[in-house]
């Protein structure tokens, strides 16, 4: 949604882009996001001892499509511009450090038949993407990987151990040691959950170097979201039996979050990161759901989230009955609006399958 033009809209009183995107979300969303997150990693760290390697095992990592959707194997083009991408591209644009998305634009284009004309054109329209940044005189080993986690600058270096250990170790042993590492996993889920929908894109397609991407994207991400990725708390037997939307619905009534972040806040999730008492209360909802440590309890935890992310990218994009019977727009004309951020955890409910 890069180059979109924004206006303020009186009546949701979300900054709206011209391709109808809200790029800003109210500060009740920011906390379900913030929720999800931390449902997320607990999901993630449970599988990571025994429901994850089974699934895992179970597929023919890049050697064929690992969906029902079955994606097509990448074409001679499609694998030449991921090529391109890779050698000449950072993860990062822009002074506000904005991710890298032709991975996941051009495989989705791909996947969904667009002609080779298409694919090429979307090289061209993405020319705004940063060069790769010039690799640091350390480098990065066994012994010293996690040294410099958040540090944007080591993405090269990042880019080209990772490269080697899929090379050396395979996808599946790569994935699960590094991407589960309590120390990474905060990082993980952080920025929008892109590390996460990268290495997921490189998975579904079969393309190693955009699994090492996505892996040094989350090793470059500071770990924004550990104050909700608690793995010891998320390892204990859960609290509760609530179903997710039942603590959604706790969550949004609960008196503790009243001030923790307000809609005029720029950075919402900092606001909600930094306030201890929302914090430590998010881990115990996220204790309150149970999740059956079988391959038919992670199938029914992944049906859950999926469901749960439907119904808010859906049920967000209207406005409620207090504007729509406000006599203040009486005339106005409205249409829905889909949430920016709420649409990436739409985007990971695919890539985290």
């Given at each position: 949604?890069?180059?979109?033009?924004?206006?303020?809209d009186?009546?949701?009183?979300?900054?709206?882009?011209?391709?109808g995107?809200?790029?800003?979300?109210t500060?009740?969303?920011?906390?379900?996001?913030?929720?999800?997150?931390?449902?997320?990693?607990?999901?993630?760290?449970?599988?990571s001892?025994?429901?994850?390697?089974?699934?895992l095992?179970?597929?023919?990592l890049?050697?064929?499509?690992?969906?029902?959707l079955?994606?097509?194997?990448?074409t001679?083009?499609?694998?030449?511009?991921?090529?391109?991408?890779?050698?000449e591209?950072?993860?990062?644009?822009?002074?506000?450090?904005?991710?890298?998305?032709?991975?996941?634009?051009?495989?989705?284009?791909?996947?969904?038949?667009?002609?080779?004309?298409?694919?090429?054109?979307?090289?061209?329209?993405?020319?705004?993407?940063?060069?790769?940044s010039?690799?640091?005189?350390?480098?990065?080993?066994?012994?010293?990987?996690?040294?410099?986690?958040?540090?944007?600058?080591?993405?090269?270096?990042?880019l080209?151990?990772?490269?080697?250990?899929?090379?050396k170790d395979?996808?599946?042993?790569?994935?699960?040691?590094?991407?589960?590492?309590?120390?990474?996993?905060?990082?993980?889920?952080?920025?929008?959950?892109?590390?996460?929908?990268?290495?997921?894109?490189?998975?579904?397609?079969?393309?190693?170097m955009v699994?090492a991407e996505?892996?040094?994207e989350?090793?470059?991400?500071?770990?924004?979201?550990?104050?909700?990725?608690?793995?010891?708390?998320?390892?204990?037997?859960?609290?509760?039996?609530?179903?997710?939307?039942?603590i959604?619905?706790?969550?949004?009534?609960?008196?503790?979050?009243?001030?923790?972040?307000?809609?005029?806040?720029?950075?919402?999730s900092?606001?909600?990161?930094?306030d201890?008492?929302?914090?430590?209360?998010?881990?115990?909802?996220?204790m309150?759901?149970?999740?059956?440590?079988?391959?038919?309890?992670?199938?029914?935890?992944y049906?859950?989230?999926?469901?749960?992310?439907?119904?808010f990218?859906?049920?967000?994009?209207?406005?409620?009955?207090?504007?729509?019977?406000?006599?203040?727009?009486?005339?106005?004309?409205?249409?829905?609006?889909?949430?920016f951020?709420?649409?990436y955890?739409?985007?990971?409910?695919?890539?985290?399958?």
């Amino acid at each position: 949604m890069i180059g979109c033009k924004s206006q303020a809209d009186d009546a949701s009183r979300n900054l709206v882009t011209n391709c109808g995107v809200r790029l800003e979300i109210t500060a009740e969303s920011q906390l379900i996001i913030a929720a999800i997150h931390s449902i997320l990693s607990k999901t993630l760290r449970k599988m990571s001892v025994k429901a994850a390697t089974t699934r895992l095992s179970s597929m023919t990592l890049n050697t064929g499509p690992l969906s029902p959707l079955k994606p097509p194997a990448p074409t001679p083009l499609v694998t030449k511009l991921l090529t391109k991408n890779d050698q000449e591209h950072d993860i990062y644009f822009g002074k506000n450090h904005f991710h890298n998305h032709f991975p996941h634009t051009l495989l989705s284009q791909f996947a969904i038949g667009a002609p080779e004309s298409r694919l090429k054109k979307e090289w061209v329209i993405e020319d705004y993407l940063s060069p790769i940044s010039k690799k640091q005189d350390i480098e990065i080993t066994d012994s010293n990987w996690k040294e410099f986690i958040g540090r944007n600058n080591y993405y090269h270096n990042y880019l080209d151990y990772f490269k080697d250990k899929l090379k050396k170790d395979g996808v599946k042993e790569t994935v699960l040691k590094y991407m589960l590492d309590e120390t990474l996993l905060p990082s993980v889920v952080s920025g929008a959950v892109h590390p996460l929908i990268h290495v997921g894109f490189g998975i579904e397609f079969g393309v190693d170097m955009v699994v090492a991407e996505g892996i040094s994207e989350a090793c470059v991400h500071s770990p924004a979201f550990a104050p909700v990725v608690d793995i010891p708390l998320y390892s204990k037997p859960s609290t509760d039996s609530k179903s997710l939307l039942e603590i959604v619905d706790e969550i949004y009534h609960d008196k503790t979050f009243d001030d923790s972040v307000k809609f005029s806040d720029s950075a919402k999730s900092t606001f909600v990161l930094n306030d201890r008492k929302a914090t430590e209360a998010i881990k115990q909802y996220v204790m309150k759901w149970p999740i059956e440590d079988s391959s038919e309890g992670y199938v029914k935890a992944y049906r859950e989230l999926f469901e749960l992310v439907t119904h808010f990218v859906a049920s967000s994009a209207f406005p409620p009955p207090e504007i729509i019977n406000n006599p203040k727009f009486k005339n106005h004309k409205f249409h829905p609006l889909l949430d920016f951020f709420l649409m990436y955890l739409s985007s990971l409910a695919f890539e985290t399958h």
